[in-house]
């Protein structure tokens, strides 16, 4: 049938059946495609309201009759009451192909959406709601745990999901309404010693026979590279292996499994050298060691790795190591588009959220952070150890040389009478008092 409603004769002849099978299925999808018509069975209850239409008006066309069925359909879902039209809308929606294109959680997500909004309206006609009234709805939207209000992007969501709905219903009532503005808050980041504290509980140390945390590998990833956790959590060591045996001056490895395009990521010096400090037998596999099979469960048992290793030593911050690392990205080098490429999104977002008011000198001391091998770590523990007994040992000799020099002071006044040597008792010096009065040897 044509776009005025005309019928089109056109006979195709298939030879076979498994011909004439495939010939059909591409002239549903071409039709579907056109917008001309869409193939679906009617119900009984459709099939009965037709007959009975076309037998009061015998004289009108069955395609005629279809037509007006539909209208006067599509008219009867604008006056249904809110929790009616959410009951048919999820009918409609869950044999759509949209709904096999999507995973479990966004389909139960949408449904939970509609039925929400038909719990709110409860009892008012589809076509009774303004703009103004669904606006506030989704304005003041709140998470029905903790009651707090929802994000721009959930409400925007829920804005999205509820339009199809009235779509749905052949109403145009909110097609105008617009998505709230992004919030864009500052992301949070840890500070130099919060990160060599989180760096500490995760680090391997021989020297203490403290083996290496799961999550460490992962950690340096993110910190030091800005990879999100989803990435750090299944690169594979024979990526990274291969970058750190590189004789290149500039090591890179590419991040193929990400939410964005695949990408390619300076190992930095400092990386390289959180890196190299991890036992070579632990090199192989995916850097986070779990028995977990699906990524999503990988993911929820490295969280809870990480927040139960820096309970009563950090706040957890979200996705604080990649702000991390992309706030001190920009202060050491001032260069969005750098940035913007090592972490696999946009300039914008990066002059938005990663604009901060760190020095060049803080940045350094960031990328300055190094590990210890097992043998500088002792020659460390060694020479703190020294300075101190040093310092102990020059406080004592400073203290017995001031009593002396002080009684030397006392009895050169009572043998000259002199005042002239009281200027030096405030502020007396090894220099001052061997020049004054023992003379210069």
């Known amino acids: ?18 011909k004439a099978v495939k010939l059909a299925e591409t002239r549903v999808e071409s039709i579907e495609a056109s917008g001309l018509a869409h193939v679906k069975p009617l119900s009984k209850d459709e099939a009965s309201a037709i007959d009975h239409f076309k037998k009061k008006n015998p004289d009108t066309s069955l395609s005629e009759t279809v037509r007006e069925f539909s209208s006067k359909k ?13 009951e048919q809308f999820v009918k409609w929606w869950s044999v759509q192909r949209e709904v096999g294109s999507g995973s479990k959680q966004y389909q139960k997500a949408f449904v939970n959406r509609v039925q929400r909004f038909a719990k709110s309206f409860e009892g008012h006609k589809m076509s009774s709601l303004s703009e103004e009234e669904v606006e506030d709805w989704k304005n003041g939207l709140t998470d029905e745990k903790t ?8 409400r925007n969501e829920y804005l999205s999901t509820i339009k199809k709905l009235f ?7 909110i097609e105008k309404l617009e998505n709230l503005l992004k919030e864009n808050p500052p992301k949070e980041f840890y500070s130099v010693s919060n990160v060599e504290k989180i760096l500490d509980v995760f680090r391997p140390k021989k020297y203490e026979n403290k083996p290496m945390h799961p999550c460490y590998p992962s950690v340096v990833l993110s910190i030091f590279a800005g990879l999100r956790q989803s990435e750090a959590i299944v690169l594979d060591w024979s990526v990274l292996n291969k970058a750190m045996a590189s004789k290149v001056e500039k090591k890179t490895f590419v991040i193929t499994e990400s939410k964005t395009d695949p990408r390619q990521v300076l190992m930095n010096e400092t990386l390289l050298k959180w890196l190299e400090i991890v036992p070579e037998e632990e090199r192989i596999g995916e850097v986070f ?16 790795q990480f927040r139960n290793a820096l309970k009563g030593v950090v706040r957890v911050v979200k996705n ?21 490429d090592q972490m696999g999104n946009s300039v914008a977002m990066q002059r938005q959220h990663y604009v901060t008011p760190l020095t060049y000198e803080e940045a350094m001391e960031f990328w300055n952070l190094t590990p210890y091998s097992e043998v500088e770590a002792l020659q460390i523990e060694l020479e703190k150890e020294r300075a101190e007994k040093e310092r102990l040992a020059r406080e004592e000799q400073e203290k017995e040389w001031r009593e002396q020099s002080k ?22 010096s090894e220099e001052d008092v061997w020049e004054d009065f023992y003379g210069e040897d």
């Open 289 to 304: 060691k779990t028995k977990a099979k699906n990524k999503q469960r990988k993911q929820d048992a490295f969280s809870e």
């Open 147 to 154: 009651g707090k209000l929802l994000s721009c992007k959930a």
């Open 320 to 340: 604080g190591l990649r702000h991390s690392c992309a706030t001190y990205l920009v202060a050491k080098h001032n260069d969005y588009q750098f940035v913007a």
């Open 1 to 18: 049938m044509s776009a005025d409603g005309k019928r089109q004769k056109k006979s195709q002849y298939a030879k076979s059946l498994e």
């Open 167 to 173: 779509t749905f219903c052949r109403l145009n009532t």
């Open 407 to 428: 009684k030397e002071v006392e009895k050169c006044i009572r043998d000259t009478g002199g005042i002239e040597p009281l200027r030096y008792a405030e502020n007396l």
């Open 74 to 86: 599509e008219k009867i879902r604008a006056n249904l009451f809110a929790e009616e039209a959410v």
